[in-house]
């Protein structure tokens, strides 16, 4: 039987999903750190029984996908705190009470202090933590084998993740349990490895002498209205305050945003098509504005694409609590690049993995994180001068 070190150009094509280590009934396989600074796995050949399992579930050669008739809406919560809780538009959280109601455990990534994981919870306030984009992967280690016990009970499972880390999980269980298992996947641009934010964090607390804590992405209350603002938890002399900004004010989101340190994998992702191997699909409706869509827009629209019965039975269940409307696929592809394309892998970022590796962080960062002066520039204008600037640019 084939084992996951028969790929070929594993190291190249690996997503780090750790289904592999999970699945091995003798324990042989673990996950290691590479000079990159991402997870991979590891054989101890002596112990191996030759099963074929980790191989039989790794996302990067086996891949179920749905081949139903897709529906693409725009939506948001009509709830405001549930619409402004989310990244976008606060779909995750609609469907997580959904499938809390109809008695399913829910999966999902969530921080520990600033340590990016995947676990299961039982209960509607057990949510927020799994609330929000977070840019980094998660470590989904144990997760699949926690959740096929818990399918080979009976019991329900709605999962979320990365398309890689679905398709895995789908991999790992058996057909006759499929029915009480419900996944959602994101429309994913890559990943940066654990290891490089727990390096941008040491930063953050070198700069302000302080313990950082709870740093969240995609904080909509921040000052220039923008996307992608961020905060954290600062403790110092025994008091705690909270720090806000934007993108371009964090070295580790601006260099994020400029795909400079994702896993070689993502840039030939393979899960970058209409095609998914998710009941339903969760993106951001980027330029909405755009299309006939009469909501408001400015706290962020969700993009959804049910690709399964079950993913049309799960929107219509949740849809009398949104604001929504359905438009054609070509909609989706047209307005989130990485629904259909792999991100393009930046000509530095091999050079920016081996400075991380041998000089560190800070180095790294200020060579090749910080945003330039004008674009730093811009983010001090008022946000009625970006709007106009925007629209004679035609952006």
Known sequence: ?????????????????????????????????????????????????????????????????????????????????????????????????????????????????????????????????????????SDAKGIYAQIKALLQKGEKVFFCGTPCQVSTLINSTSKDVRDNLFTADIVCHGVPSQKIFDDYIKTLEKKHNGKVSGFSFRVK???????????????????????????????????????????????????????????ITLADFWGIEKYDFDGNVDAGVSMVITNSEKGRNAFDAIREKTISKEFPI?????????????TEKPRQRDAIIEELATRGYEPTAEKYFKSGFIHRVYWLIPQKMRTFIRKIRGN
């Open 1 to 137: 039987m084939k084992r996951i070190d028969d790929i070929k150009d594993l190291d190249k094509k690996c997503t780090g999903c750790m289904g592999c280590v999970d699945v091995c009934p003798t324990r042989c396989i673990s996950q290691i750190i590479h000079r990159d600074s991402f997870m991979y796995s590891t054989i101890d050949t002596a112990r191996c029984v030759s099963c074929g399992k980790c191989y039989s579930v790794c996302p990067v050669e086996t891949q179920e996908k749905h081949h139903e008739e897709q529906h693409l809406f725009a939506a948001y919560s009509a709830d405001n705190l549930t619409h402004n809780s989310g990244s976008s538009g606060g779909m995750f959280e609609l469907l997580a009470r959904y499938f809390l109601k109809q008695n399913y455990y829910v999966s999902g990534a969530t921080f520990d202090n600033t340590t990016l994981k995947h676990r299961i919870i039982s209960s509607r306030e057990d949510i927020k933590p799994l609330l929000k984009s977070k840019y980094i992967q």
């Open 221 to 279: 209350d921040n000052r220039y209205k923008h996307a992608h603002g961020y905060s954290y938890q600062l403790t110092k002399d025994g008091k705690t305050k909270t720090i806000n900004g934007i993108y371009t004010d964090s070295s580790f989101y601006n260099g994020f945003k400029n795909y400079l340190f994702f896993r070689n994998g993502c840039y030939d992702c393979q899960y970058t098509t209409v095609e998914r191997v998710s009941d």
């Open 330 to 342: 070509q909609y989706g592809i047209e307005s989130n690049h990485c629904l259909t394309h792999r």
